[in-house]
């Protein structure tokens, strides 16, 4: 049977990151990947302008299901940080820039850029990449690790010392991250959270929004409400469609609520947030005492979109007070997301508790997760890719030092 020292499953970020910083003299690394290219779902981010990482990198851009692990989360990205993302691109030959919102990009604004630079680094460390290998089974038997998987031959199995499970979650599976792998996890005995869409548009009620579908609103104020708690409040476009709401505030808003939908969430958007109500009130009468042929249910037109000003118009009827309202706080029931099919991240995963600081496995000796596939998702913005940085460099730091030390008093694998 074919032995190798490190089999790392899943050809993503996180794996690519991982196999790209095992130090030297690890013996033999195998990376399976069940698709037909590494770093896929790398290659599409942001657009395909490469959003990898954010200068605001904190314990609080990011959230779990379970129970939080502050230490575990923090040592990691406190050693792993944005300037070390950025000298860790530079060192590969890739550029990264800062846009006005904090956002970092390769400067080419090609996300391929960073999976071409991966995909290079891996290929010159010798790293045994396995494509169309979808991984199905995973046993511990004595001190090494038993993975089947298939391949253009057929079903086979080889042995590892340690294995680094970096499958993703469930969100977008047509990059093929459809969430069978956690099973391999819950074959060696883990646990997995409830699992939810994060980074999403969202449903909504429509009935004051029907005419608005296509329409964008750039920089409106959103704030998320379960019931009477505020979960969020931040600012960015907007877009209303036939089922909702999407655009970069409302991904944004769905990583505080995707896992409480059910509890009764609503949205309230103020369209003109630096315009206090008094000074809309105030313009408003102004307006229509000095152009008095302006319909009432048109005032607000030439304020926002002419539509949009006609549905607030609508929905808060006659009187100036009401209509200020409105534009201040447009409210929308919402009934849930288009789903992990339209998802960017998985909220949810492999829970904190199961790891140590090092994200190995407390019930399994040499099996250690990284990305996606444990119980942490953060907020859009590059905040998910430099998570998957930052555990897999932890990652490959521990995976290194175990190998080390055992090559010590032996050949190499």
Not at 67 to 78: C, F, H, N, W
Not at 139 to 162: C, H
Not at 238 to 262: H, M
Request: with cysteine; aromatic share 8%; proline share 1%.
């Amino acid at each position: 049977m074919e032995k190798v020292r490190t089999a790392i499953i899943g050809g993503g970020a996180a794996g690519l990151f991982a196999a790209a910083s095992l130090p030297n003299g690890c013996g033999k690394i195998i990376l399976f990947e069940r698709g037909d290219r590494l770093g896929r779902k790398l290659s599409a981010t942001g657009n395909g302008q490469g959003n990898i990482s954010n200068e605001e990198i904190s314990l609080a851009r990011y959230f779990c299901v379970g129970d939080r692990s502050d230490a575990t989360i923090g040592k990691a990205l406190k050693r792993y940080g944005v300037e070390s993302i950025k000298e860790f691109f530079e060192n590969l030959g890739v550029l990264l820039q800062t846009d006005e919102r904090g956002r970092v990009y390769p400067s080419s604004r090609q996300a391929s850029s960073l999976t071409d630079a991966l995909r290079r680094e891996v290929s010159s460390r010798g790293v045994d990449v396995r494509l169309n290998a979808r991984v199905t089974s995973l046993k511990k038997k004595g001190d090494v690790f038993l993975i089947g998987y298939d391949s253009a031959d057929g079903e086979k199995t080889i042995a590892a010392e340690t294995v680094l499970l970096c499958t993703g979650g469930k969100a977008a599976k047509n990059f093929g991250t459809d969430g069978s792998a956690f099973a391999l996890a819950q074959g060696l005995g883990h646990g997995v959270t409830a699992l939810y869409p994060s980074l999403v548009q969202l449903k909504t009620d429509t009935a004051f929004i029907k005419t608005l579908k296509g329409i964008r609103v750039n920089d409106a104020l959103v704030r998320a409400y379960i019931g009477e708690e505020e979960a969020c409040a931040l600012t960015g476009d907007i877009i209303f469609t036939d089922y909702g709401v999407s655009g970069d505030a409302i991904f944004r808003v769905s990583a505080f609520v995707s896992e409480r939908l059910l509890e009764g969430a609503r949205l309230s958007i103020d369209f003109l947030p630096t315009v206090s109500e008094e000074r809309l009130f105030s313009f408003l009468l102004n307006k229509r005492k000095n152009v008095k042929s302006c319909p009432e249910e048109e005032l607000l037109c030439g304020i926002v979109n002419n539509q949009i000003a006609r549905a607030i118009a609508k929905r808060a009827g006659t009187g100036l007070k009401d209509l200020v309202a409105v534009t201040k706080d447009f409210t929308l029931k919402v009934t849930g997301s288009l789903g992990f099919d339209y998802a960017q991240v998985t909220k949810g995963g492999v829970p904190l508790s199961e790891v140590n600081e090092r994200f190995e496995s407390k019930k399994v000796k040499g099996l250690y997760f990284a990305g996606e596939t444990l119980d942490i998702d953060g907020e859009c913005g590059g905040f998910n890719l430099h998570f998957a940085y930052a555990s897999a460099r932890t990652v490959a730091q521990a995976i290194g030092k175990n190998s080390l030390e055992k090559s010590k008093g032996r050949g190499q694998v």
